[in-house]
């Protein structure tokens, strides 16, 4: 007598890999739920090449770099603990303020400043305090850029301010930016380099779109507004970088 003989080979599931970070954990762990690692760097190396997902835990996770994925890390999700709001944050802490004079301010703000120290290679666009976003200080102090005051004029020297922009002091700073509307529905930002508070004047430190005021000047009356300059800090709250 002959059998048939089935054989039946069961598969068993492979299980992803699993990882998992909290600000509070350390890169010397295992990486469970229970010994989380303690940066995204360490879990990305860890799950590399493996698939499955990297969850964060509650927290705020400091970046001092840029966390960088590449092609050898898809595959990969990462994603919130249950119930958790993790935070990526790039931002540094701004420690030692203290009362300061600062020349050239306007009156409103006199004996109202409190100063800190920066590094020279800081350059931002935000800054909180207690969480909140805080107001760059700008001239005008609004948005409505419809109601900005135009630019005189503009040609090789740069843009001719008209006489009420708060231009004293500004000689010499290479942090002032001028937002401007060149033609309706864009904006550009640029940074001021050179200003000329005697003459009104000041140059670019890049060539941008401005010029189509050179080009088209009756296309538009291209409004403007100075940000992050030392003369129009006049509202609580406000901060510039000098």
Same mark, same amino acid.
């Given at each position: 007598?002959?059998?048939? &003989? ?5 598969? =068993?599931?492979?299980? #992803? ?9 350390? *890169?010397?762990? #295992? !990486?469970? +739920? ?8 360490? #879990?990305?190396?860890?799950?590399? =090449? +493996?698939? %499955?997902?990297?969850?964060? &835990?509650? !927290? ?8 960088? &994925?590449?092609?050898? *890390? ?21 420690? /030692? ?10 009156? @409103?703000?006199?004996? +109202? ?16 305090? *207690? %969480? ?9 102090? $609004?948005?409505?850029? $419809? ?19 708060? &231009? ?31 003459? /009104?004047?000041? =140059?670019? @430190? ?11 000047? =009756? ?14 800090? *006049? ?8």
């Amino acid at each position: 007598m002959r059998y048939l &003989l089935l054989a039946c080979l069961l598969a =068993g599931s492979v299980r #992803a890999a699993e990882f998992y970070v909290s600000p509070t954990g350390s *890169d010397a762990n #295992a !990486g469970t +739920k229970s010994k989380p690692f303690q940066t995204l760097e360490k #879990a990305r190396d860890s799950i590399r =090449g +493996k698939g %499955g997902k990297v969850i964060l &835990l509650y !927290g705020v996770y400091v970046l001092t770099n840029t966390f960088v &994925l590449k092609p050898e *890390d898809s595959g990969v999700r990462y994603e919130a603990a249950p119930g958790a709001k993790p935070v990526l944050s790039g931002a540094r802490e701004i420690t /030692g303020w203290q009362p300061g004079g600062v020349s050239n301010l306007p009156a @409103a703000a006199e004996g +109202k400043i409190f100063v800190a120290t920066v590094p020279t290679n800081w350059f931002f666009k935000t800054f909180y305090v *207690d %969480g909140k976003s805080q107001q760059v200080a700008r001239w005008p102090d $609004h948005d409505d850029w $419809h109601k900005w005051t135009p630019y005189r004029s503009y040609d090789h020297s740069g843009v001719w301010f008209p006489t009420n922009a708060p &231009l004293a002091g500004l000689d010499g700073r290479n942090d002032v930016e001028l937002v401007v509307f060149p033609a309706e529905f864009w904006n550009t930002i640029i940074n001021l380099r050179g200003i000329n508070s005697k003459k /009104g004047v000041t =140059g670019f @430190a890049s060539l941008n779109t401005v010029q189509l005021a050179k080009f088209r000047p =009756g296309w538009m009356p291209h409004q403007f507004s100075l940000r992050n300059a030392i003369s129009a800090l *006049d509202q609580p709250g406000e901060w510039c970088v000098d």
